[in-house]
């Protein structure tokens, strides 16, 4: 089993729409929460951190279940350049190494 | 500054050839880390150095090794490419191997 496993997509939606997906990980221990965004052929960056309490950013929201083992991101009002590859990041407390997930792709049309 | 950057943006290697790829970063980072992303696979840990002269294996470390000489380099060496090791590898950085990580753009390796 994957340790971060996510739907792959790809969730077309149109500029406006609001659209939002999981991940679970698997490894209880986990203590950090993080979505990367990849655009196409560039490499992760960090978007926001997940906090045990929900965290918005702007646009953004973050969610976290510890009993469930999820966590989510929420896209309000869409804009084309929200178009890319969403990265579910998991870190353990006592480890240097990120697990990362394959990737939700999100498409904005006009 | 330029961040993490990674040297050659793409290469292409025949099988048995050996190289190396070339990472630095410019921002005084204790960690840095090789990663490999294949498609459906999501980014796998080849190898990570937490600070400069120490490294270890990641999830996917056999092929591959790593040298962290001074702070703000860390090399990845192909011993003998094997067509298995086409992928896009990407460096990152980290202050402390906290969850905030900086990405080079990446190293695009096609092995024949």
């Known amino acids: 089993r994957k340790e971060v496993e996510q739907d792959p997509g790809p969730f077309n939606v149109p500029e406006g729409a609001t659209v939002a997906f999981n991940c679970t990980y698997s490894n209880s221990a986990s203590q950090s929460f993080f979505w990367y965004r990849q655009d196409c052929r560039k490499e992760p960056k960090l978007l926001m951190s997940v906090y045990s309490s929900g965290n918005e950013d702007g646009r953004f929201t973050a969610q976290l279940n510890r009993a469930s083992q999820y966590i989510s991101l929420l896209i309000r009002d869409s804009k084309l350049s929200d178009s890319a590859t969403y990265l579910c990041v998991v870190k353990s407390s006592n480890d240097y190494k990120l697990s990362f997930g394959a990737g939700t792709t999100v498409t904005v049309r006009a | 500054n330029a961040g993490v950057t990674q040297t050659p943006k793409f290469q292409v290697l025949k099988t048995g050839q050996s190289m190396t790829l070339q990472c630095a970063q410019d921002m005084n980072h204790n960690s840095m880390y090789w990663y490999r992303q294949d498609p459906g696979m999501g980014l796998r840990l080849i190898y990570y150095?937490?600070?400069?002269?120490?490294?270890d294996k990641g999830e996917v470390p056999d092929g591959y090794n790593v040298s962290r000489l001074k702070k703000q380099n860390f090399l990845l060496g192909l011993e003998s490419a094997a067509p298995s090791q086409t992928s896009v590898y990407f460096c990152?950085?980290?202050?402390?191997?906290?969850?905030?990580?900086?990405f080079g753009p990446g190293t695009r390796l096609l092995v024949l």
């Open positions: 150095s937490a600070s400069e002269g120490t490294t």
């Open positions: 990152a950085s980290s202050y402390e191997g906290g969850g905030t990580q900086y």
